[in-house]
Each structure stands twice: as structure tokens, then as C-alpha cells.
């Protein structure tokens, strides 16, 4: 489903090039969970980013699906970004002016879903993530595992072929990561990809794969406890 | 998708209800203010053109060139119309008018004093477009005697009774017939009376065919004429026609070269040719009022930009989330935009309602001479104009920080690191200084014209101008007895001094051209404006004579006759002329006796003109006393027993002197009020901006606020240290402003011939005082943030 070739990523300052991921060659499969792993400042929020097209690689190659991602315009690069990708961060990024419906309805709305069908995956989804009751809420009125949940909720809203979820249990206290890496798990198993980056050894546990990244090179593979 | 923006960004104003009041009140006000200009402009564009036959419809005025002086009146003789529309087949017709001064009006027991009605010709009827209440246009001035009212002054004297039929008894005239009641001419109309009599009645019971002979087209030029020309007929084709006339009929005349011109009706109010003095008044004031809406409008955008991008940071986060879960960068400038120009839409109501309560509840009407109204249904430019209005404002307003917000990239938004107020923030300073710029000037202008006005009322004009009441004698049987009138005048205990004239300052002179003896010997003919006083004139109005003496004795036609007229002249004179010895110099019907020292009878506008001064030969029908300062109520009492004494029955009407100057300046008054007002719009304005824009930045450094206060600042020093920025921009700001202030001031004074000069201390002023309101602005922000207990700041994070 994906690979990447030689992804190299630099920052340039002034005359100084610093390299955040050097040459990194990764192939993930359709259905996988990968967890990504590494010390503070490795790398990994960078890959990710260049996974879910947010940003651009210095060089190298990125294939979704055989398309050259890397060779796409920047609207080309939106809408497959727009079809296919959910992500799910630390600190949850809910948008803190509209309410939990809208939230989930927001990346609906860019990828032109007609009202009622919007009504109707909303509400879906709600039910699923059992938060029909906090649906008029604004995200400062909920805790950080609900918060959290919502971010999965609407991250899947789209029903996005790749999950790419950076931390997603920081925040939280251990049972709330629990239900969320259960949630993940249940996720992968209806077909859904996911790539997550963590530091926690019991998250890593959920998935198949572990990659180790460090000081931007992908340093080692390993099969996870489950995989 | 429109639905849910439009919910959002509502919901967006009501959060930040601090931010959004100001932004949406300040947008509001600029929106309001480009409302009113809008309506002032169109009501000076469409000035005249209401009238269904404008674009046929000239107004004729007369080149004349008299003793090498050339000069373009609106005025002409009587035989202008009738002659010229018998010669030339194009003119339809002709409209005549002539101003009736102040006159007396009585209806049975009252007696009203007008000011405003006009002789007029049928055609002001017919040719014009006015709505008739009762009776109507076609017979309306037709007969001799008869009159047509506007509504406010058949209100006045009939209530709402239909007065057509009445008559009325006009002051020298007779009585009058009423057969019509007209709706009042709008203000921006240029004939603007509250009655027409007819044209026709002035020559009744004369040999018209004698009078009206092209040989008498030069003398007794005070009428107005207007033509109709047939469809088709051009202002080039009527010049070619009207030379082939004088030839014909005038250029053997006498030494007199006369030219008929005409212009378009349209073109009287703002660039016209005949009058260009008054055209270029209102021109101007039209620029400099539509100048100043736009910057108005300009200011208010700027808050917007800025506080838009000041809050970008709020707003970074959830653009980038935006982003992540699918947004392009077109739907983000898409929607931003949209949010504006809902924003736009809620100012834009504020600025309708806005604009209302300004024109209902101010004097601005007033002060610019109008009757503008708010009436989106019933005015058809309003609805497309504040589409427009909105369009222009949300793109402008919206363009700029819709690109800034959607360019932020996603990644460094959700790391927090972009949209912080840093980004941006040389162009918010930019415009926050460019804002004060304006509004510095605004004020410095407007000190300058309170100091122009001050120094025109305090200005020695060369006679005496407190404590002088004018009283105007009209009626004829009044006024052979004029004398014997000042005479019981000049009794009063009160009165220093009394005399009659046939103008007064403000009125202006009327001129006549008469060969004058140069210093070399011969005569020449010199056009010079001439007052007609008696011998008290002088004493009465401390004029002083400086040399030679005053008139000996009355002047009488036999003086004209005999040539031996006495003439004083002024200064001026002397200087023209270049005369060593004036006195005993010779002119055409008479000798120079005397000299006075120049004295300012025109506006302060115009530089003092060569007069010369005889006794009057006619009765002069303006009685001016002077009179003592400390028991002014007891001698106006005195002076109204002797007048009903003189004139059993007709009202005491008198005027001040002063005051009567003072209405000379009634425009330029004008222009100081609405500059005051626009200049504290402004400052309002742009410390909205101010204000929020600071309370903005200190949110941002709450937490440094905290720390430094743990750290033992002082809060002098914090205040200190959170104001210093703002005033580095507003002294900025004033750096930039003088220079430009200094053209702008320049550019108005040149309408005075005599200027307050432009000293440093307007600027200093305008500066100072400008600052300490930004500084008060933003110190009750800074001392409020510095006195906020530290640890509650540092809590979070
Ligand atoms: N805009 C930038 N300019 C320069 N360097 C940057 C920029 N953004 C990130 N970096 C650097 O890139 C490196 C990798 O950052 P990244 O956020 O990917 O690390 P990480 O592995 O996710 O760390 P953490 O576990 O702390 O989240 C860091 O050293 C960081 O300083
Ligand atoms: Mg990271």
C-alpha cells in the first residue's frame, strides 16, 4: 500500500542543512499496524507528515497505492489525502469552536458529502463511539479520553483506508489509553491500516510491526508482541 | 455548506464579543460614514438633474470687457430672453428671474418679512419639473400679479388650507394672486426660493418694444435668464447664432464688447464655467468630503485586517486541523472569505442603522445643508451601492488575512509555532501607524481651521463691526423718507453714531466703470466698485480718514450732472492709480476729496479692492447705528419706538453687523464641522483599533507579564514596558503626518487671501493630544494586565 523510498527530509537554515529522516525505506501492507518508535526528536511526528501528505519530502520517492505522491500537485495531493488518510494526534486537535457534531461533520463537508448522508454518517458514527449524548458539546466541556475519542471518530468518519495516529494515548491516563488502543485494534481488524508512532511498549504490543527511528534513520524491525 | 459557514461565523462573533463589537462597531461606523458620503455625492451629482428637461436647459450669462477689464456675470438685462429667442429659432423658450430681496409679504392683519422669492418667468414652471400641490403648472405665473407658493411657505401663512385664489399683498407691488402651491425646490436644486412672482408684472404698464432693444443689453443687467432649447439644439450651434446677433444688432453699440455664453444646467453646481468661484467651492468640498469617507472607510478596514491577523493565532490551530482532516487551500481562502463577508454583512447592517441615527440625531445635516435620508426601497442607488459597499469592504477587509491564514502550514500551525503575533506583524504596525497618520492629520487640519475662523472673526477689519445695527428700509414711501428716519435714529440717547448707505459689509459693491485722471494728466476708464454713504458713514463706522476731509454736503443729480460729484477713495485707489497728490484729482463726474484707510468690505477670502465712496444720490435704504455696548436692550427698545413711529405697521427687522459678517463665513463654518466631526470619527475609529489590537498583544504576554512580576518588576515598569511600543508608533506616526498635514493645510488656505500662518503649534497639538489618548487607550489595558495577580498568569501551562 505504501512505500517509500529513500525519503530524506532537510530543514535548511541559513547555510546549515538538518537532517531530520536520512534515505528511509519503508513498505507497509494493505491491513497492517505498524507502530514507529524512537527517542524524542528522531524523526517520527516528520514521518508521519510525509505519510499523510501534510508535508513534503526533501527527496526520495512516495507511493500510495502506485501513485507517485512525491510527482502530485498540491490539489492532486489534497484530494487523496482527503479520500483516504485519518489522523489522530496527541493532543486530539478538535477544532474548539464547534460542537462534537460538527467536529465529526467537518471532513465530510471537504469531500462534498451531500446533508443527508453527512446526518447520517454522523450519527453513525456517534453511536459507535457511544457519545450520542455529547454530541452538542464543545470539546473544552469534555475529558481528554473523550476528547481523544472523538479524534478517532472523526478520523474514521471518512472511512479512511490509512489511520496515522502520532502518540495518541500521550495525554491520557492508562485505562483511557487502554479503550482507545483496543479501539485501534478492532479498527485494523474490519481492514483499516494503521500507522502509529508511541513510546509506551504496551501500545506497541497492539501491532504487527515496530520500526525503530533515530536520529532519522530507520535503525532496526522488529514483529510485534501480536503480530 | 453556506448554511454551516454562516452558522459558524456567527457563532464566531458572539464568542469573542469583545473583539467582535469593536471590529463589527468600527467597520459599522465606516460603513455608516461611506453611506452618508455616498448620499451626499449622489445628491450633488443628481443636483438638477432631477428636472425631466435638464440636459435642455442653459443657464445664460454675459462676458463683458469695460475699460480693458473683463469680467463673466450670471446676470444680464431684461431683453436678453425675448431678443435672443426671436433670433435664434433652436430656443424654445426663455426663463427669467430675478431676485426680490427682502420684502414684505401681509396676508389681511399679518405681515411677514421674506427673503427668498423670485420674479420669474412661466417657464420656470413648465421648463422646470416642480410638483404642484394645488393648481398646476401651466398657468401658474401667466398673468400679471400673480404668484405660485412652495409648500413651507403656504404652511406658514395659510396653514394647511388651500390657498389658491387668495391674494396677498407684496410690499411696493400690489396685491397678488395665488394660483398654485408648489412642493419646496430640493436643497441641491440651484434656483432655490420659497415664492415666484411673476416676471412679467416688473415691466407692467412699460412699452416693452422700446425697452426691450438690443442697444439696452448692457445696462441693468440684473436678471437671471435661462433658456429651453428645442431637442437637438447644441451650446455651439446657440454660439455661433448669438455672434451673428451682435454683429447684427450690438457691435456698433458702443465701445462695449458683450458676449452671450451658456452652459448646461447640470454643470452650474460643480463645474461650471460662468460661475466658476462657487462651482470650485462646491467641487472641492465634494473631494475633500468624498476623500475623507474614504479614508474613514479605510481606517476601519485596517482594524479589521489587523484584528484579524492579530488573532490568527486562535485561528492557526484550527486552520491546521482543517487541513489535516481534508481541506484544500481554495476552500480554506473560501471560507475565510466567506466568514468576512458575513462579517462584513452584520457591519454593514450596524453601519445602515448607523448612518440613520448620525443623519436623525446629529446636526450634520444641518451643517452640510441637506436633507439626506437612508431609504434603501425608495432610493435607487442605495440597494446596489451597499452591495457593493459589502462585495468591495468583505474582499478587501477579508483578502489579506483569508491568504495569510490559509498559506500557514499545517504541520508548524498544530506544533503551535506558526500564526503567533509575531507573523504579520509588520504589516499590522504598518497600518496601525498609517491609521494614525490620518488621523493625526484629521486633527491638526481641524485645529487649523478652528485658528482660521478665529483669526477671520478677530481680524481688525478697518471699521467698526460690534455694536452696529443694520436696519434696511425697502418700501418706497419709506424710503424717500430715509433720512429723517436716521435722523430720529441718531437722537436715541443709546447711538454713538447713525447713517444711511446702499451696502453693507458682506454685500458686496457694485461697480461702475467711469474715467479716472492718471498721474500724468489724461482720463482713463477704470471699472472700480463704488459704496454710496453718507457723511456720518465714516464716524459711524470708524473708518478713519486720513487725508483731505469728508463729503461737504448731500449729492444730488445736479452734482452728477455739473461734475461735481465728491469722491472719497481708499488706499487701494490711491496706490493703483499711482497718484502723489490725491486730492483735488479729477473724475469723470466729479473730484477726489478724501482718503480713508483700507477696510475689509469683502470676505477675508478676497484682498481688499480700489473703492471709491460718494454721498448717496437716491435714498440709501441701509440705516447703520452705532450704538453703546452696556445698554444694548434699552436702545434696541428705543430704536423699535422710533421705527413704529416712522412706519406704523410694518415689522422692526434689524440685524448686528458682527453677526451679519459672520454669515459670510456660514461655508467655511461648515467645512470646520464636518472636519471636527470626521477628525473625531477618526480618532474613535483608530483607537478602537488601538485598543483592541493592545489588549490583544498583552493577552499574548500574559505569562511574561507573570514572570517578570514574580521577578520583583514593578508595575510602573511593566506598564512602562507594554505602552513603549505604542507610542514609538503614534510618534511615528506623527513624523509622517506633518509634512502631509503641512500641503493639506496649505492647499485650504489658499481660498483666504488673508491666512492665519501655519505654526508649529497646531502640529504639537494635534500630536500631543493624539498621543495621550493612544496612551490612555492602551495604559488602561497595560495597568489592568500588570496588576493581574502573577501566579494566576503562570497557572496554566
Ligand atoms: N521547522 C523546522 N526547522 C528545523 N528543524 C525542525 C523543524 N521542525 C522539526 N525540526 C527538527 O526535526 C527533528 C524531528 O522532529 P520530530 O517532531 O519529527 O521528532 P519526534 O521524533 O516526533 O520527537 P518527539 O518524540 O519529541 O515528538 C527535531 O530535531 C526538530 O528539532
Ligand atoms: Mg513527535
Known amino acids: ?227 | 455548506m453556506i448554511w454551516i459557514l454562516l452558522k459558524q461565523t456567527l457563532r464566531g462573533i458572539f464568542r469573542d464579543k469583545f473583539h467582535s463589537f469593536i471590529n463589527v462597531f468600527g467597520l459599522g461606523l465606516g460603513i455608516a460614514c461611506c453611506i452618508i458620503g455616498l448620499l451626499f455625492i449622489q445628491d450633488e451629482w443628481s443636483a438638477d438633474r432631477r428636472h425631466a428637461n435638464a440636459g435642455r436647459i442653459y443657464r445664460y450669462g454675459v462676458q463683458m470687457t469695460i475699460g480693458g477689464v473683463t469680467g463673466v456675470q450670471t446676470t444680464c438685462n431684461a431683453a436678453a430672453g425675448p431678443l435672443l429667442k426671436e433670433f435664434i429659432p433652436g430656443i424654445e423658450s426663455y426663463i427669467r428671474i430675478g431676485s426680490a430681496g427682502e420684502i414684505l409679504v401681509k396676508h389681511k392683519a399679518d405681515a411677514f418679512q421674506e427673503e427668498n422669492f423670485l420674479w420669474a418667468d412661466p417657464g420656470l414652471l413648465t421648463a422646470f419639473s416642480h410638483s404642484f400641490v394645488h393648481g398646476n403648472p401651466a398657468d401658474g405665473l401667466n398673468r400679471n400679479n400673480t404668484m405660485v407658493l412652495t409648500r413651507s411657505l403656504a404652511r406658514k401663512i395659510f396653514g394647511e388650507r388651500n390657498p389658491v385664489g387668495q391674494m396677498l399683498e407684496i410690499e411696493n407691488h400690489g396685491p397678488f394672486e395665488i394660483t398654485g402651491v408648489i412642493a419646496d425646490p430640493p436643497l441641491s436644486d440651484h434656483l432655490q426660493f420659497t415664492a415666484l412672482l411673476s416676471f412679467s408684472t416688473l415691466f407692467k404698464g412699460l412699452d416693452q418694444a422700446e425697452l426691450f432693444q438690443p442697444s439696452n443689453l448692457s445696462g441693468d443687467m440684473g436678471y437671471g435668464l435661462y433658456f429651453l432649447f428645442a431637442p437637438g439644439f447644441t451650446a455651439e450651434e446657440f454660439a455661433a447664432q448669438e455672434r451673428r446677433f451682435y454683429g447684427k444688432y450690438q457691435a456698433a453699440v458702443d465701445g462695449i464688447q458683450y458676449l452671450g455664453l451658456v452652459e448646461p444646467l447640470t454643470d452650474i453646481r460643480l463645474r461650471s464655467s460662468l460661475d466658476s468661484g462657487q462651482a470650485a467651492v462646491n467641487a472641492r468640498f465634494l473631494f475633500w468630503f468624498g476623500g475623507i469617507v474614504l479614508f474613514i472607510l479605510f481606517l476601519a478596514c485596517v482594524n479589521y485586517v489587523n484584528l484579524t491577523t492579530a488573532r490568527a493565532s486562535k485561528r492557526a490551530k484550527e486552520i491546521g486541523i482543517k487541513k489535516v482532516v481534508g481541506s484544500s487551500h481554495g476552500a480554506l481562502v473560501a471560507h475565510l472569505l466567506t466568514e468576512s463577508l458575513v462579517f462584513v454583512l452584520v457591519a454593514l447592517a450596524a453601519g445602515i442603522i448607523l448612518a440613520q441615527i448620525i443623519l436623525a440625531l446629529t446636526p450634520l445635516n444641518e451643517v452640510i445643508g441637506k436633507n439626506l435620508q437612508v431609504n434603501p426601497l425608495s432610493n435607487p442607488i442605495l440597494l446596489p451601492a451597499l452591495a457593493a459597499i459589502w462585495v468591495v469592504v468583505g474582499v478587501l477587509a477579508g483578502l489579506y488575512p483569508a491568504f495569510y491564514l490559509a498559506r500557514l502550514s499545517p504541520v508548524r500551525t498544530l506544533k503551535g509555532k506558526a500564526g503567533s503575533p509575531a507573523a504579520g506583524r509588520f504589516i499590522r504596525q504598518a497600518l496601525l501607524v498609517a491609521q494614525f497618520v490620518i488621523t493625526i492629520a484629521a486633527v491638526a487640519l481641524t485645529l487649523l481651521m478652528v485658528r482660521q475662523l478665529d483669526y477671520v472673526h478677530g481680524k481688525d477689519l478697518g471699521f467698526r463691526k460690534d455694536h452696529v445695527v443694520v436696519i434696511k428700509v425697502t418700501e418706497a414711501g419709506l424710503l424717500n423718507r430715509v433720512d429723517a428716519f436716521k435722523d430720529e435714529v441718531r437722537r436715541c440717547p443709546g447711538v454713538r453714531a447713525a447713517a444711511c448707505s446702499n451696502a453693507v459689509p458682506g454685500l458686496g459693491y457694485t461697480g461702475f466703470a467711469f474715467n479716472w485722471e492718471t498721474s500724468s494728466g489724461e482720463m482713463k476708464l477704470h471699472a472700480f466698485p463704488s459704496l454710496q454713504a453718507d457723511s456720518d458713514y465714516f464716524r459711524t463706522m470708524d473708518i478713519q480718514l486720513i487725508q483731505g476731509r469728508n463729503f461737504s454736503r448731500p449729492a444730488s443729480r445736479a452734482d452728477f450732472r455739473n461734475k461735481s460729484l465728491e469722491v472719497v477713495v481708499n488706499e487701494r485707489l490711491v496706490r493703483l492709480m499711482g497718484w502723489q497728490e490725491p486730492i483735488g484729482k479729477r473724475f469723470q463726474y466729479g473730484t477726489v476729496v478724501g482718503v480713508v484707510r483700507d477696510f475689509h468690505f469683502d470676505p477675508l477670502h478676497y484682498d481688499i479692492r480700489p473703492v471709491f465712496i460718494t454721498a448717496p444720490m437716491d435714498p440709501a435704504p441701509y440705516v447703520s447705528a452705532s450704538i453703546r455696548g452696556d445698554r444694548i436692550r434699552e436702545t434696541l427698545q428705543q430704536l423699535r419706538a422710533r421705527w413704529q413711529a416712522f412706519a406704523p405697521g410694518y415689522p422692526f427687522a434689524y440685524t448686528f453687523l458682527d453677526q451679519r459678517i459672520a454669515r459670510i463665513y456660514t461655508e467655511d463654518e461648515k467645512q470646520q464641522k464636518l472636519a471636527t466631526l470626521f477628525a473625531g470619527v477618526c480618532l474613535l475609529i483608530s483607537c478602537l483599533g488601538l485598543f483592541a489590537l493592545a489588549s490583544f498583544t498583552i493577552g499574548q504576554r500574559t505569562k511574561e507579564i507573570g514572570i517578570r512580576r514574580a521577578l520583583g518588576a514593578s508595575l510602573a515598569s511593566v506598564v512602562v514596558l507594554l505602552g513603549r511600543r505604542f507610542v514609538l508608533w503614534v510618534l511615528l506616526a506623527n513624523a509622517l503626518a506633518w509634512p502631509l498635514t503641512y500641503l493639506a493645510m496649505r492647499q485650504w488656505l489658499e481660498s483666504f487671501v488673508f491666512r492665519t500662518p501655519i505654526g508649529i503649534g497646531v502640529f504639537l497639538l494635534a500630536g500631543v493630544s493624539v498621543l495621550l489618548v493612544a496612551m490612555l487607550t492602551v495604559s488602561v489595558q497595560s495597568i489592568r494586565a500588570a496588576r493581574a495577580n502573577p501566579v494566576d498568569s503562570l497557572r496554566y501551562e
Open chain 1, 1 to 227: 500500500m505504501i512505500r517509500l523510498r529513500d525519503i530524506t527530509r532537510y530543514y535548511t537554515n541559513g547555510f546549515v542543512k538538518t537532517f531530520v529522516l536520512r534515505g528511509v525505506r519503508l513498505d507497509v501492507a494493505e491491513g497492517e499496524f505498524l507502530t514507529i518508535m524512537g527517542p524524542s526528536g528522531a524523526g517520527k511526528s516528520t514521518l508521519l507528515h510525509i505519510l499523510g501528505m501534510l508535508d513534503a519530502t526533501s527527496e526520495g520517492e512516495y507511493y500510495f497505492h502506485d501513485i507517485p505522491v512525491h510527482e502530485l500537485t498540491e490539489r492532486r495531493r489534497t484530494e487523496l489525502h482527503q479520500q483516504n488518510i485519518g489522523f489522530v494526534f496527541q493532543s486530539y486537535h478538535l477544532i474548539d469552536d464547534l460542537t462534537v457534531y460538527e467536529n465529526l461533520e467537518t471532513p465530510l463537508l471537504y469531500k462534498k458529502v451531500k446533508a443527508a448522508e453527512r446526518k447520517s454518517l454522523v450519527a453513525d458514527m456517534l453511536d459507535r463511539f457511544g457519545i450520542v449524548a455529547k454530541k452538542d458539546l464543545f470539546p473544552a466541556q469534555l475529558s481528554g479520553g473523550q476528547q481523544q475519542l472523538v479524534a478517532v471518530a472523526r478520523a474514521m468518519i471518512i472511512h479512511p483506508r490509512l489511520i496515522l495516529a502520532d502518540e495518541p494515548t500521550g495525554n491520557l491516563n492508562s485505562k483511557q489509553g487502554e479503550e482507545i488502543m483496543a479501539l485501534f485494534r478492532e479498527l485494523n481488524r474490519a481492514g483499516t491500516t494503521i500507522i502509529q508512532v508511541t513510546h509506551s511498549e504496551k501500545n506497541a504490543a497492539y501491532s504487527h510491526r515496530i520500526i525503530h527511528l533515530c536520529d532519522g534513520w530507520v535503525t532496526g524491525h522488529q514483529l510485534a508482541a501480536s503480530g
